[in-house]
Nanobody
Framework: QVQLVESGGGLVQPGGSLRLSCATSGSLFDIHVTNWFRQAPGKQRELVAR???????YYTDSVKGRFTISRDDAKNTVYLQMNSLKPEDTAIYYC?????????WGQGTQVTVSS
């Protein structure tokens, strides 16, 4: 059983920054890949960024150069640093991972970008 708890969301003005955290209940040692998804009102959930245990990362085109995903194995936490935020980044952000073929989701954290 893996539990994921997101934090760090909030209200920020366009051009601002936020750092989201995804704390896992267990060791990241057994987690091969961790994802950040987001879902805006009326839209499908989309993959934003992904990090593999070896450090390889992936970003969707709309966030490349603005978002950075990283992991701290000592803290069992994955981060999403979001810079130069735009109103279209407004969404609920979810952390997701897959362990031994079972998918796990966090409860989500709201990010609102508005002036």
């Amino acid at each position: 059983q893996v539990q994921l708890v997101e934090s760090g969301g909030g209200l920020v003005q366009p051009g601002g920054s936020l750092r989201l955290s995804c704390a896992t209940s267990g060791s990241l040692f057994d987690i091969h890949v961790t994802n950040w998804f987001r879902q805006a009102p009326g839209k499908q959930r989309e993959l934003v960024a992904r990090i593999f245990s070896g450090g390889t990362t992936y970003y969707t085109d709309s966030v490349k150069g603005r978002f950075t995903i990283s992991r701290d194995d000592a803290k069992n936490t994955v981060y999403l640093q979001m810079n130069s935020l735009k109103p279209e980044d407004t969404a609920i952000y979810y952390c997701h991972t897959n362990v031994a073929g079972v998918g796990y989701w966090g409860q989500g954290t709201q990010v609102t970008v508005s002036s």
